[in-house]
Structure formats: structure tokens, C-alpha cells
T-cell receptor
Framework: AQSVAQPEDQVNVAEGNPLTVKCTYS??????LFWYVQYPNRGLQFLLK??????LVKGSYGFEAEFNKSQTSFHLKKPSALVSDSALYFC?????????????FGRGTSLIVHP | DAGVIQSPRHEVTEMGQEVTLRCKPI?????LFWYRQTMMRGLELLIY????????DSGMPEDRFSAKMPNASFSTLKIQPSEPRDSAVYFC?????????????FGSGTQLSVL
């Protein structure tokens, strides 16, 4: 079985400061990892993904995520937060193997960026 | 492309009534997912179609829920009879499975309130 844990329900950060939203995963074999963002009254939007290669993945809106195999983590980061980054962030994982096509989502982390 | 289109955006109904939610996936996508989002349980996968065929419906809560995909451009999720505990936001998502660019595209959701 595959699972995702987002240990923080909410993250608060001041505008201009770096932000980190944490994610750990459990999956059989190699993982296919995603981050999605949900703005109020909208569906989830894709931010970035990791399959293989460089452990630091860059995505939309200046976000990046670092894959750490030994810690089974895929934390989302941004060097300088904007108020407009305030949203709900979801981490997702699926096994990178034939026959496994359904991603499992975490509970989501609410990011609040204060002016 | 207009993206994944869901209708209606909002649905208010009385307990016992039939509810039908509709989804038009992105043209060319071969996989479609129905999710339900609540504060208590987060984002739950209800059912997954591949090439219009239901592959995994283990997330459908009970027999009151049914989903169909009569063709590649249309899917419905039906609740009959509806109950207050079905109140949630229902999302449809589609993707082109089997490519390295695989990611889910979500619709804006249907906010369902059962009174």
C-alpha cells in the first residue's frame, strides 16, 4: 500500500521569508511524487513532480521540492514567500511501476503567508 | 483547451433526492478520476476509469453512489438517494496515462449540499 503524510495542518510564514511544507511517503519500489496547490473554490493545480534524476525539482510559481530517498521525504520549498502563495498544498505519491496508476494524496497543508 | 469542466458548480438538494454530477474531461485524456473532498476526510478517491472502463471503484462509499462513463468525453456521478453526510465538494480529474508528463488536471468541483 502507498501512503502520504503531511504532518502539519497549517504553516504560517511572513512574506519574504523562506517556506517549507513537509511531506513523507511510503510506497513499494520507486516513487512518483507530486505537489498540487488548491486556491479557494478551485480544483487542485499541478505544481511539480519527481520521477528520477536530480533530487531538487523546480516547478511553477518559484516553488521547488527536494526528494530524499533515505528519509522518504519530498518537502516543498520556496526561498521567498508571497501573500499570494496562501493556499492549500497537497503532496501525492504513486508507485512507479506498470499497473499502478492511482496516486494517493495527503490530507493537505494550509499555507498562510502574512504581509 | 477549456480544461476539465464540471457541472453544476453548486447543488443544493433535499435528503432523499437524486443528484447527478457531470464531468467533461480534457480531450485526448484516457483516464478519469472522481474525488470527494471534506474537512474530516480530506481528498478521497471514489472511482477511476481508464479508456471509459471503471478500473477501481473501491472508494465508492455505498450502493447509493454510481458512476458511468459512456464515452471518452463525458462522465456522471450519481447519488440516489442523497443524504446530508454526502455534502462535500466533488472533483473530477483527467490525465493521459502512460506518459512521462502524467499529471492530473482537476475541474473546479461541484459543491454539494444535502439538507
Amino acid at each position: 500500500a502507498q501512503s502520504v503524510a503531511q504532518p502539519e495542518d497549517q504553516v504560517n510564514v511572513a512574506e519574504g521569508n523562506p517556506l517549507t511544507v513537509k511531506c513523507t511517503y511510503s510506497v513499494s519500489g520507486n516513487p512518483y511524487l507530486f505537489w498540487y496547490v488548491q486556491y479557494p473554490n478551485r480544483g487542485l493545480q499541478f505544481l511539480l513532480k519527481y520521477i528520477t534524476g536530480d533530487n531538487l525539482v523546480k516547478g511553477s510559481y518559484g516553488f521547488e521540492a527536494e526528494f530524499n530517498k533515505s528519509q522518504t521525504s519530498f518537502h516543498l520549498k520556496k526561498p521567498s514567500a508571497l501573500v499570494s502563495d496562501s493556499a492549500l498544498y497537497f503532496c501525492a505519491v504513486r508507485a512507479l511501476r506498470e499497473g499502478s496508476y492511482i496516486p494517493t494524496f495527503g490530507r493537505g497543508t494550509s499555507l498562510i503567508v502574512h504581509p | 483547451d477549456a480544461g476539465v469542466i464540471q457541472s453544476p458548480r453548486h447543488e443544493v438538494t433535499e435528503m432523499g433526492q437524486e443528484v447527478t454530477l457531470r464531468c467533461k474531461p480534457i480531450s485526448g485524456h484516457n483516464s478519469l478520476f472522481w474525488y470527494r473532498q471534506t474537512m474530516m476526510r480530506g481528498l478521497e478517491l471514489l472511482i477511476y476509469f481508464n479508456n471509459n472502463v471503471p478500473i477501481d471503484d473501491s472508494g465508492m462509499p455505498e450502493d447509493r453512489f454510481s458512476a458511468k462513463m459512456p464515452n471518452a468525453s463525458f462522465s456522471t456521478l450519481k447519488i440516489q438517494p442523497s443524504e446530508p453526510r454526502d455534502s462535500a465538494v466533488y472533483f473530477c480529474a483527467s490525465t493521459l496515462r502512460g506518459t512521462t508528463n502524467e499529471k492530473l488536471f482537476f475541474g473546479s468541483g461541484t459543491q454539494l449540499s444535502v439538507l
